[in-house]
């Protein structure tokens, strides 16, 4: 690729992305356990309730379970794109180009569908720090992913 001077910006942006992909996915997999252990129980015997959801989160509000589902498939394909894009970065030829945009641009998707959720989340109040922090690595990561994106497709010129 001619422009080599876009390659470091790219490995920054996805070292940073890496991180933040890799807190998220940990943070939804604790609010995942906390939900498993600490959700509804009932009873043997007794039948569940008609409007049952099995996404109920006792932390958090109605938004909540979303969230935190779409958070964590958006962290591991964002993870997994990273160890794409690391190959590109190393390689910084067209040839690894399609596997890293293809793959980040997949993960972008997702973290954008996470990312509405977090505002959905962040109108209807009533969450926890843990979720406050995931709910802002979520809406950065989705500027810092496009921004990624961008800084690949620079170095074709």
């Given at each position: ?129 843990r ?11 989705s ?15």
């Amino acid at each position: 690729m001619a422009n080599a001077g876009m390659k470091p910006v790219a490995g920054l942006l996805l070292v940073l992305n890496l991180c933040m992909y890799v807190i998220v996915a940990a943070v939804g997999g604790w609010a995942i356990n906390h939900a498993i252990n600490y959700g509804f129980f009932i009873g043997t015997g007794l039948h569940l309730p008609a409007h049952f959801s099995p996404i109920n989160f006792p932390i958090g509000n109605a938004a909540t379970g979303f969230f935190v589902i779409f958070a964590v498939i958006a962290g591991v394909v964002g993870a997994g794109s990273a160890l794409a894009g690391l190959n590109h970065v190393r390689a910084w030829s067209t040839e690894s180009l399609p596997a890293a945009a293809s793959a980040g641009f997949i993960a972008w998707t997702l973290t954008l569908l996470a990312m509405g959720l977090a505002v959905k989340e962040i109108e209807l109040h009533g969450r926890n720090a843990r979720l406050i922090c995931m709910e802002s690595f979520t809406i950065i990561l989705s500027a810092t992913q496009l921004f990624y994106l961008l800084a690949i497709h620079g170095g074709l010129r």
